[in-house]
């Protein structure tokens, strides 16, 4: 069984910065799995964000700003996100994939319950 928890999130102005965390429990500390970060804006259907196995991938919305990491002895995963933009407001969330493509949705086994983000104008 995997369990993901993030935190880091919170109210932050637009050109600021946050770290979200991803910790996850359970046999995810290897490239067995793919973590990622989706986020849903208020209204809005679930979007991919950021992805790390053996390489890193981002959605062109955040390509630039946002750094995703991975400490596998720590079985963390970390989201930098930099130059914050209102329109990055959203609940993000983590997940665990074993196959499938990295930016779907449906393709993730294991979802946390997410961290809110919102920036103000």
């Known amino acids: 069984q995997v369990q993901l928890v993030e935190s880091g999130g919170g109210l932050v102005q637009a050109g600021g910065s946050l770290r979200l965390s991803c910790a996850a429990s359970?046999?995810?500390?290897?490239?067995?799995?793919?973590i990622s970060w989706f986020r849903q804006p208020p209204g809005k259907e679930r979007e991919f964000v950021a992805s790390?196995?053996?390489?890193?991938i981002y959605a062109d919305s955040v390509k630039g700003r946002f750094g995703i990491s991975r400490d596998i002895a720590k079985n963390m995963v970390y989201l930098e996100m930099r130059s914050l933009k209102p329109e990055d407001t959203a609940k993000y969330y983590c997940?665990?994939?074993?196959?499938?493509?990295?930016?779907?949705?449906?393709?993730?086994?294991?979802w946390g319950q997410g961290t809110q983000v919102t920036v103000s104008s």
């Open positions: 997940a665990a994939r074993k196959s499938g493509r990295a930016d779907d949705v449906s393709s993730y086994d294991y």
């Open positions: 359970g046999r995810t500390n290897s490239s067995t799995y793919g």
């Open positions: 790390i196995r053996w390489m890193a």
